[in-house]
């Protein structure tokens, strides 16, 4: 399907993202003056503002990143490799800055670098764009798409090579693993239960796993695309094992 990207100049990436505050009721008053005015424009069925409070991670103005999860497939001896790495924690803005110098490295030995995800166009690049300017850091060129022509910007999205066009199409990850032959990566938890796990639990290091699946559930799907055998679970390196 690729023809002219490296499939080893590729960064595979999943975020995962919780509300601001544990509650709605946690919110400072103005705070939650536009969250209301936020889930009005989303209710159905009348919903009231703090019944959709659980959704407000998935809006960068009103969550926060507490893991970002990145890949890299390596070819050795004509056989493939995944090393992958997570950059987690309470504080967004030491993760964000950690994550940034990572892709200026990446981006500087490797000029034709390509950032790949999962509905990424639509949700993991710019959210990690929007927190970015929040926490005041410099955004890394490659997530830098203000100006660039369509080209210029290097971004895949394994959702959208999937609908070959068509715009009103959606597929999760998980569907798409389980057509293709691919391990779940929603083996244990799944979006929905991350804010519950992070609150509640106060399970990070669970959370960072089902990132670090996510992730290399994206890498064997483009495989899959290429018509490439899947990496082997012996063949996945973790950050520290």
Known sequence: MLTNVKLDEILFLDIETVPQ??????????FKKLWDRKANSLAKNQEQPHELYDRAGIYAEFGKII?????????????????VKSYYGDDEKTLLRDF??????????MPNLNLCAHNGKEF???????RMLVNGIEIPQILNVAGKK????????????????DYKHYTSLNLLAYIFGIK???DDIDGSEVATCYYEQNDLPRIVTYCEK???????????YNG??????ENVVRAGD
């Open 21 to 30: 505050f544990a509650q709605y009721d946690q919110m400072p008053d103005e």
């Open 67 to 83: 893991c970002i999860s990145v890949g890299r497939i390596v070819f050795s001896n004509g056989s493939a490799s995944f090393r």
């Open 150 to 165: 369509p080209w210029e910007v290097k971004f895949l999205d394994t959702m959208e090579l999937w609908k070959f066009g």
């Open 100 to 109: 940034g110098k990572m892709l200026e490295t990446f981006s500087t030995q």
């Open 124 to 130: 993991d690049f710019p959210y990690i764009a929007r």
């Open 184 to 186: 779940s990566p929603k």
């Open 214 to 224: 996510d992730t290399l559930t994206v890498a064997q799907l483009l495989l899959k």
């Open 228 to 233: 490439m055998p899947l990496i082997a679970d």
